[in-house]
T-cell receptor, first 115, second 115 residues
Framework: KAGVTQTPRYLIKTRGQQVTLSCSPISGHRSVSWYQQTPGQGLQFLFEYFSETQRNKGNFPGRFSGRQFSNSRSEMNVSTLELGDSALYLCASSLAVVSSGNTIYFGEGSWLTVV | GNSVTQMEGPVTLSEEAFLTINCTYT??????LFWYVQYPGEGLQLLLKATKADDKGSNKGFEATYRKETTSFHLEKGSVQVSDSAVYFC??????????????FGKGTHLIIQP
């Protein structure tokens, strides 16, 4: 079956702009979570959505937001981009919420460069 | 909150050597534990998991045992290959009590296998 699909794979934005990243989970998966990966901070949890509701959020400013649609597809948005937002953004999906211990599958990520 | 500590490396070994990557964790309750692998330019792939104490996860010759008494989940492989060169992440999922219940990752261990 198809895995987690993220689009776009690569993008370059200018400081101050906003960006929207998209994630299609594995069919049947209702939980989608997002992570930021940088060389300095490693992998950090952004937020999790389950059944269209944000379940929890990591320690990121309000410029980072997301949503989930009725078909479980998810988008995340970063407004007023800063140079420090340059990172690999990873989406992951699972059948149930992350904290339940279900296996979590990752997409290949969206590489964002802010110039 | 939850945390994961692992050796960062790089760890350089010769082909057919024995591998151990240490991972210890701090968590409330009974988390599930995971090892993920990341190849250059790619997302995360689940390597193995364990959901309760004394469980042993195994895959592709890798194995790790959930040790609650030592709060550890060390990754081992008896004979590594050049193709095992990658970054390995130890992670846990569970209720943190603080609401940010996504996956918590270690910093990653860069493994280099020389022929």
């Amino acid at each position: 079956k198809a895995g987690v699909t993220q689009t776009p794979r690569y993008l370059i934005k200018t400081r101050g702009q906003q960006v929207t990243l998209s994630c299609s989970p594995i069919s049947g998966h209702r939980s989608v979570s997002w992570y930021q990966q940088t060389p300095g901070q490693g992998l950090q949890f952004l937020f999790e959505y389950f059944s269209e509701t944000q379940r929890n959020k990591g320690n990121f400013p309000g410029r980072f937001s997301g949503r989930q649609f009725s078909n479980s597809r998810s988008e995340m948005n970063v407004s007023t981009l800063e140079l420090g937002d340059s990172a690999l953004y990873l989406c992951a999906s699972s059948l149930a919420v992350v904290s339940s211990g279900n296996t979590i599958y990752f997409g290949e990520g969206s590489w964002l460069t802010v110039v | 909150g939850n945390s994961v500590t692992q050796m960062e490396g790089p760890v350089t070994l010769s082909e057919e050597a024995f591998l151990t990557i240490n991972c210890t964790y701090t968590a409330t309750g009974y988390p599930s534990l995971f090892w993920y692998v990341q190849y250059p330019g790619e997302g995360l792939q689940l390597l193995l998991k364990a959901t309760k104490a004394d469980d042993k996860g195994s895959n592709k010759g890798f194995e790790a045992t959930y040790r609650k008494e030592t709060t550890s989940f060390h990754l081992e492989k008896g004979s590594v290959q050049v193709s095992d060169s990658a970054v390995y992440f130890c992670a846990l999922s569970g209720y943190s009590g603080g609401g940010a219940d996504g996956l918590t990752f270690g910093k990653g261990t860069h493994l280099i296998i020389q022929p």
